[in-house]
């Protein structure tokens, strides 16, 4: 069993309720989305396949117990749930970050499934599948990129949606870097007391400029 794979690096967690910590991130190759603001265009071909076995071993070279896999969209390769069940059978903390127009029901309800539904700006609203809502449990976690009010308004009505019908208790508001300030998308979320976090890229603040491998 093989998954192709863009890149595995050691960094800072710079997203999520782990952003902060040190992590191992395995990149998979391949998105089916193409969205206006995304940063790991590089991912979309480039890679190689690589055994499972390789895989978990290189992650475990870093000495690190928290690893995220990430892409390009990781839910395009058949292997990737069991590439997360090896991980949290060896006692890792497995993240997986994942665009939403995937169906996150295969994947080991051990893991932080970190859903990343698309808002307007994006360009791939359409292809959230908001079947996740009820796939999603107290463990996983949910994510919104805001590029301007519309996105806000759109993530906001999908979090009132998400709170009647799911468990999931973390919500992440991400501005799109350099196309709204951190402090409008705050000043909105305090006006409506949105039920949310404010999450900023930290590796970007850390690393900015950087475009992959940090």
């Known amino acids: 069993m093989s ?3 863009n890149e595995i690096f050691y960094s800072i967690q710079g997203e999520s309720s782990y952003a902060g910590y040190p992590c191992v991130f395995v990149r998979c190759t391949g998105c089916n989305l193409r969205c206006s603001y995304c940063d790991t265009q590089y991912a979309y071909e480039e890679g190689e396949h690589l055994s499972l076995d390789l895989i978990v071993q290189r ?3 870093f000495g690190c117990r928290l690893v995220e896999i990430t892409g390009g969209e990781p839910l395009l390769q058949d292997e990737t749930p069991v590439l997360v ?3 949290l059978d060896r ?6 970050e994942t665009n939403g127009s995937r169906d996150i029901g295969a ?4 893991c932080v499934r970190i859903v990343d539904f698309k808002c307007p700006a994006s360009g791939e609203a359409e292809q959230n599948d908001f079947d996740n809502c009820g796939r999603l449990t107290g463990n996983d976690e949910v994510k919104f990129v805001i590029q301007n009010r519309d996105d806000y308004l759109y993530a906001r009505g999908i979090v009132e949606r998400i709170c009647r019908e799911a468990r999931v208790k973390i919500i992440h508001f991400s501005p ?5 300030a951190p402090s409008t998308l705050a000043g909105w979320m305090l006006e409506d007391g949105v039920h949310a976090r404010l999450g900023l890229q930290l590796h970007k603040i850390i690393w900015p400029g950087g475009q992959r491998g940090v």
Do not use: E
């Open 107 to 110: 994947v080991d309800g051990r």
């Open 85 to 87: 069940k090896r991980l």
């Open 3 to 5: 998954i192709k794979i």
């Open 59 to 61: 992650a475990g070279g």
């Open 176 to 180: 799109v870097t350099d196309m709204i």
């Open 91 to 96: 006692g890792y903390t497995v993240l997986l």
